[in-house]
């Protein structure tokens, strides 16, 4: 079946910009997490969506980052004022959590570059 | 102390060679935990998952978990270029799936 897809697949903003990155989980997933990868650097992780339930905001660095799911399908990441810092490749990824295996399974990312 | 940490590397091994990866965790309760590899300017890719002490093997991977020892490994048997890669590894710690991942160890396997 189809994977997590992400948009767009490449972003460069200038400094101070806002940006929506979208992601879709696999149909049927409920779980839908927000990764960031800055170059040469492991996952840092950002915020968890499951199902209903309160998202799980504890890896945001800053409050001009945000992020939404409606129900358990698409998610837009927000950025507000973007740095040079958030320059990186944004990963989501999506799993079941029926069964405890919540194997994670990621979308190709969206790269952004802020100028 | 990183909560999971990884052989930093770089790891080079010969063509045809096992390749061992090694995890430390800092939490004693973590119930799961995943191997994924990434190749440069992609996004990770799941290779294998282990839930329980001992040994899982999937083709030429086997992954290793010690939970007492709070490590966990994963071998890579004859080896190919195409392993050539970095190798991630996660740490399922709470009630959910949110994953603490290592920074990675890059492989290399040489012709």
């Known amino acids: 079946g189809a994977g997590v897809s992400q948009s767009p697949s490449n972003k460069v903003t200038e400094k101070g910009k806002d940006v929506e990155l979208r992601c879709d989980p696999i149909s049927g997933h409920t779980a839908l997490y927000w990764y960031r990868q800055r170059l040469g650097q492991g996952l840092e992780f950002l915020i968890y969506?499951?199902?209903?339930?309160?998202?799980?905001k504890s890896g945001l660095p800053s409050d001009r980052f945000s992020a939404e799911r409606t129900g358990e399908s698409v998610s837009t990441l927000t950025i507000q004022r973007t740095q040079q810092e958030d320059s990186a490749v944004y990963l989501c990824?999506?799993?079941?959590?029926?069964?405890?295996?919540?194997?994670?399974?990621f979308g190709p990312g969206t790269r952004l570059t802020v100028t | 102390q990183k909560e999971v940490e990884q052989n930093s590397g770089p790891l080079s091994v010969p063509e045809g060679a096992i390749a061992s990866l090694n995890c430390t965790y800092s939490d004693r309760g973590s119930q799961s935990f995943f191997w994924y590899r990434q190749y440069s300017g992609k996004s990770p890719e799941l290779i294998m998952s282990i839930y329980s002490n001992g040994d899982k093997e999937d083709g030429r991977f086997t992954a290793q978990l010690n939970k007492a020892s709070q490590y966990v490994s994963l071998l890579i048997r004859d080896s190919q270029p195409s392993d050539s890669a970095t190798y991630l590894c996660a740490v399922r710690s709470g009630s959910y799936g949110k994953l603490t991942f290592g920074q990675g160890t890059i492989l290399t396997v040489h012709p």
């Open positions: 969506f499951q199902g209903n339930s309160a998202p799980d």
């Open positions: 990824a999506s799993s079941y959590t029926s069964g405890g295996t919540y194997e994670q399974y």
